[in-house]
Nanobody, 121 residues
Framework: QVQLVESGGGSVQAGGSLRLACTASGFSFIDACAGWFRRVPGKDSEGVAALYDRDNYTVYANSVKGRFTISQDNAKNTVYLQMNNLKPEDAGSYYC??????????????WGNGILVTISS
């Protein structure tokens, strides 16, 4: 059974930083696409960042480029999202998703339960 568990969320002031972690069990991030998505009430879910480790492929939403970094630690089977210079509009529920293979096609097969990030101005 695959489980993705997010951690590291919380409340931070605008301009601050948080690092989210997504740890998998029953699934390996090696040769897999892992991504972070966020959901804000009243808005569609937004893809924030994704990574495919084989090609060192990363992609970011325009709104987070230069501020967020997605990375992967295969020894810990964990994907991270380092979020710097946080803005109030970054607040929301963040979800980790994963699928085997590249990020090129298809949607994520596995999802975490999400973690809340709140930003105070």
């Amino acid at each position: 059974q695959v489980q993705l568990v997010e951690s590291g969320g919380g409340s931070v002031q605008a301009g601050g930083s948080l690092r989210l972690a997504c740890t998998a069990s029953g699934f390996s991030f090696i040769d897999a696409c892992a991504g972070w998505f966020r959901r804000v009430p009243g808005k569609d879910s937004e893809g924030v960042a994704a990574l495919y480790d084989r090609d060192n492929y990363t992609v970011y939403a325009n709104s987070v480029k230069g501020r967020f970094t997605i990375s992967q630690d295969n020894a810990k089977n964990t994907v991270y999202l380092q979020m710097n210079n946080l803005k109030p509009e970054d607040a929301g529920s963040y979800y980790c998703g994963a699928k085997d293979g590249t990020c090129a096609e298809g949607s994520m097969d596995y999802w975490g339960n999400g973690i809340l990030v709140t930003i105070s101005s």
